[in-house]
């Protein structure tokens, strides 16, 4: 009798089942091409074990470390890949009877890259996240790297618990959600309903980008506004609010650079000619300081047009130029730019 039948859950199940049974661990990738979080077909569910369950213990049997298949959709037609190690080219591909029913579009991951550290021993867990730099607005850093001591406000921390047995014998934490949670599936029939973020492990691609996409924080850029004008600087503020922005507003030069001394920034929008320091001169010293905004673009608002003073603004650490007066378009045209780089 048919069923419908959850395709990614299905393949996740199969895949941490097979690995579990093995005597040494392998990385295992589970991608899913189709754009959609929820996929679904109607179909007898021992059939799609038989026809998928071959493939991956061949892809199993091959491997030296890691397994990858990949999800495909053409014309609601599903279709899988199975490939091993570091291979191009599937092993073998097997493609799902009936039509799937495809739901929940993925979200955009827009902005800047989003940092994701990474609390674990299992090297070839970090191996499979940094296979997903490749397809998604992610960067994934270790407890090995270096970094800035002051965090990214769009850094987000997966802990590796897959060796805990249930949340009993977790730490408890304040609940913080910018921090994810790994746990292997066995787990989750010990795992009591909570606020915290969990992702089970062996894990689609697609499970992480939706996770990513729920944090409102991740969609909204968040962004300075310098200007000494109060109108003006209010004006820019609620368009770029409008647009999408979380805005933070100063009203001089001096106040612009505490507050991006203190916050990290996406885009740092600044007026020239303000009082106690210039817009150019707070992006100079946030440019020359190893600070958290060391990067982030700093856009300068002002009425500046000839040629020379503006080469003076980018030497100064300026990135990019609006001339005013700011409309909402102009700001919309930008903002469009910068998540498209």
Known sequence: MNSRIDVLELVQCLASSMIARLPQPICCR???KTGFNQISLYSEPQTLVDLISPNIQVAIEHAKHAITIKLYAAENQLSLDYFYD??????????LPEKAILDQALPELIGQPIRIK?????KLLKHCFRSFEQNMNIHC?????????????WDIEINDLRSVQNKEQDQPSVINHSKITLRSLPQLQNTKSSEDIDLFWPFFDSDLHNILGEMKELRKPRVLVADDSMPSKMATMVMLEHLGCTVS????????????????????FLDEKMPGLFGSDVALQLRDNNGQNQLTPKISLTGITDSDSINVLYEKGITHHIVK??????LENFLMQWRNN
Do not use: Y
């Open 86 to 95: 570091d291979n191009d080219i599937p092993l073998s591909s097997s493609e």
């Open 118 to 122: 990474i609390h674990s021993d299992d």
């Open 325 to 330: 007066p700011i409309t909402k378009l102009v």
């Open 141 to 153: 850093v270790t407890d090995t790297q270096e970094e800035n001591t002051q965090q990214s406000s």
């Open 249 to 268: 507003g100063a009203s001089d030069g001096i106040e612009a650079l505490e507050l991006a001394s203190q916050h990290s920034f996406d885009l740092i």
């Open 30 to 32: 589970l991608l899913n």
